[in-house]
């Protein structure tokens, strides 16, 4: 037990220090959760060897994940992201779907890969809970930019997520899976439409008492509602996480634009300072380096992966041309393809399972520490760049150039693709 206490006093000191480290000049456009990453490998026993990774910390980290979601969901609002964004972000993702598919195909035909249906859903992931709190950090949340930014982020998490639990369905139980998951979204939503005819200004103020009270019943009923999701979503088969999305809106649904708002800012105490920290030091003290180090194709596998990451969410950027400026596109692919927490549910998940290789896992998860870590820094200072009207940098050049060729290029493709498909059929 002692040792448990030692480890999370650890892991929380890392969480003290990294906002601190933040304030830095040299730190100051660092997202504070690539810091918290950087920090978790450090004093993991990939370097320094001063927290394990034990039961304790395993449970709070995944806690951490679902709580992660969980503010993903009740931050969704989709009146203030407008149906343009989603819409877009709906067919950029489809995109960068198509062109994982053709990747990961390859890869497989190589036999780089055995589960090419969980890699090709894993590459166009985008990091929805990760992404609010940079982009808020940056001052780009309420910006047409940073609208755009998650209305693909929603797509590129909700859509995988539903997917990755039919893919992970064990063999021949594909169907019986979609069946469930197609049950527990309709469960979802009809709770959701359910609640909103809850919604009054009488339910309003005893929320707001009660969160007066020093029971804190709102934020009790919060967590039950919760556990309660993830639960049902265990029991149907589904990803955690999508159940905690779920308790998020439905939390949402009840209070946000109403005087009892503030319960969300009582459960967002909660998990940016507890929970959602420990996911991320922990996700770095458990990131393997001398076992991907070690493995004669690990880092070629991070770097492919790496670049894969960004190059399918370079694809659909044509579709965004009409609605962002030139400058924005680079920033706005680098930061669609940064991920990090669905790589790991169904990295792991899948090598457990043994439909993926334990290489490929390690070198996926890296490469999304990677994503997290330096995309959005190169995104906002890009931003910050274009905002100032600094004239772009050479990093700024050579990736705008190569998103314009990398989309001109997926364009020809499908161009190509739709021209030969009445002959085909």
Same mark, same amino acid.
């Given at each position: 037990?002692?040792?448990?206490?030692?480890?999370?006093?650890?892991?929380?000191?890392?969480?003290?220090?990294?906002?601190?480290?933040?304030?830095?000049?040299?730190?100051?456009?660092?997202?504070?959760?690539?810091?918290?990453?950087?920090?978790?490998?450090?004093?993991?026993?990939?370097?320094?060897?001063?927290?394990?990774?034990?039961?304790?910390?395993?449970?709070?980290?995944?806690?951490?994940?679902?709580?992660?979601?969980?503010?993903?969901?009740?931050?969704?609002?989709?009146?203030?992201?407008?149906?343009?964004?989603?819409?877009?972000?709906?067919?950029?993702?489809?995109?960068?779907?198509?062109?994982?598919?053709?990747?990961?195909?390859?890869?497989?035909?190589?036999?780089?890969?055995?589960?090419?249906?969980?890699?090709?859903?894993?590459?166009?992931?985008?990091?929805?809970?990760?992404?609010?709190?940079?982009?808020?950090?940056?001052?780009?949340?309420?910006?047409?930019?940073?609208?755009?930014?998650?209305?693909?982020?929603?797509?590129?998490?909700?859509?995988?997520?539903?997917?990755?639990?039919?893919?992970?369905?064990?063999?021949?139980?594909?169907?019986?899976?979609?069946? &469930?998951?197609?049950?527990? +979204?309709?469960? %979802? /939503?009809?709770?959701?439409?359910? $609640? *909103?005819?809850? #919604?009054?200004?009488?339910?309003?103020?005893?929320?707001?008492?009660?969160?007066?009270?020093?029971?804190?019943?709102?934020?009790?009923?919060?967590?039950?509602?919760?556990?309660?999701?993830?639960?049902?979503?265990?029991?149907?088969?589904?990803?955690?996480?999508?159940?905690?999305?779920?308790?998020?809106?439905?939390?949402?649904?009840?209070?946000?634009?109403?005087?009892?708002?503030?319960?969300?800012?009582?459960?967002?105490?909660?998990?940016?300072?507890?929970?959602?920290?420990?996911?991320?030091?922990?996700?770095?003290?458990?990131?393997?380096?001398?076992?991907?180090?070690?493995?004669?194709?690990?880092?070629?596998? &991070?770097?492919?992966?790496? +670049?894969?990451? %960004? /190059?399918?969410?370079?694809?659909? $950027? *044509?579709?965004? #041309?009409?609605?962002?400026?030139?400058?924005?596109?680079?920033?706005?692919?680098?930061?669609?393809?940064?991920?990090?927490?669905?790589?790991?549910?169904?990295?792991?998940?899948?090598?457990?399972?043994?439909?993926?290789?334990?290489?490929?896992?390690?070198?996926?998860?890296?490469?999304?520490?990677?994503?997290?870590?330096?995309?959005?820094?190169?995104?906002?200072?890009?931003?910050?760049?274009?905002?100032?009207?600094?004239?772009?940098?050479?990093?700024?050049?050579?990736?705008?150039?190569?998103?314009?060729?990398?989309?001109?290029?997926?364009?020809?493709?499908?161009?190509?693709?739709?021209?030969?498909?009445?002959?085909?059929?």
């Amino acid at each position: 037990m002692t040792a448990e206490f030692q480890g999370l006093f650890l892991i929380l000191s890392i969480a003290v220090l990294a906002p601190l480290a933040n304030r830095l000049p040299a730190l100051a456009h660092v997202p504070i959760v690539a810091i918290e990453l950087v920090l978790g490998v450090i004093a993991g026993p990939s370097v320094l060897g001063l927290v394990v990774n034990d039961s304790t910390i395993d449970f709070l980290g995944r806690f951490g994940l679902v709580f992660l979601f969980f503010q993903a969901g009740f931050e969704f609002k989709m009146k203030d992201l407008g149906p343009g964004p989603l819409r877009l972000g709906f067919l950029a993702w489809l995109i960068s779907l198509a062109a994982s598919v053709v990747f990961v195909g390859a890869l497989w035909a190589l036999g780089l890969v055995k589960a090419p249906a969980l890699v090709a859903l894993v590459l166009p992931t985008t990091a929805f809970g990760v992404l609010l709190p940079i982009l808020r950090q940056g001052g780009e949340l309420n910006t047409d930019f940073g609208r755009h930014v998650m209305g693909a982020a929603a797509v590129g998490e909700l859509c995988p997520l539903i997917f990755a639990s039919i893919a992970l369905a064990q063999e021949k139980h594909h169907l019986h899976q979609t069946v &469930l998951s197609a049950l527990f +979204l309709l469960i %979802a /939503v009809a709770s959701v439409f359910l $609640l *909103a005819t809850l #919604r009054s200004e009488r339910l309003s103020a005893i929320i707001l008492r009660w969160l007066g009270d020093s029971e804190l019943l709102p934020v009790r009923v919060s967590l039950v509602m919760l556990l309660g999701f993830v639960s049902l979503a265990g029991v149907m088969g589904m990803e955690a996480v999508v159940g905690a999305y779920a308790a998020g809106m439905a939390v949402a649904t009840l209070v946000d634009g109403t005087r009892a708002q503030a319960l969300e800012s009582r459960l967002k105490t909660i998990g940016a300072g507890f929970f959602v920290p420990i996911f991320f030091i922990a996700s770095g003290v458990e990131f393997d380096v001398s076992a991907l180090l070690s493995s004669p194709g690990g880092v070629p596998r &991070l770097l492919l992966f790496c +670049l894969a990451f %960004a /190059v399918i969410r370079m694809a659909p $950027l *044509a579709l965004y #041309r009409g609605v962002l400026g030139e400058r924005d596109l680079p920033p706005f692919a680098l930061l669609s393809a940064t991920t990090l927490p669905l790589v790991v549910a169904i990295s792991y998940l899948g090598a457990r399972s043994g439909q993926m290789s334990a290489e490929n896992a390690s070198a996926l998860v890296g490469a999304a520490l990677v994503t997290v870590t330096l995309f959005p820094t190169l995104a906002l200072s890009a931003r910050s760049a274009a905002r100032a009207s600094r004239p772009p940098d050479s990093i700024e050049t050579a990736l705008g150039r190569c998103s314009d060729a990398i989309a001109t290029r997926v364009n020809d493709l499908l161009a190509a693709a739709m021209r030969n498909l009445p002959a085909r059929w």
